[in-house]
């Protein structure tokens, strides 16, 4: 039970980081096409 707990923690700590990374790098991407628009 203590083990499922900390697996779907684990997980959740995962898709945080992703989201985090995503919006990083689509923060940048805008940052760099903001010229040639």
Do not use: A, E, K
């Amino acid at each position: 039970m203590h083990h499922m707990l900390s697996y779907l923690r684990s997980i959740l700590v995962q898709s945080r980081m992703f989201r985090m990374q995503s919006y990083t790098l689509v923060n940048l991407m805008n940052l760099y096409s903001w010229p040639y628009l």
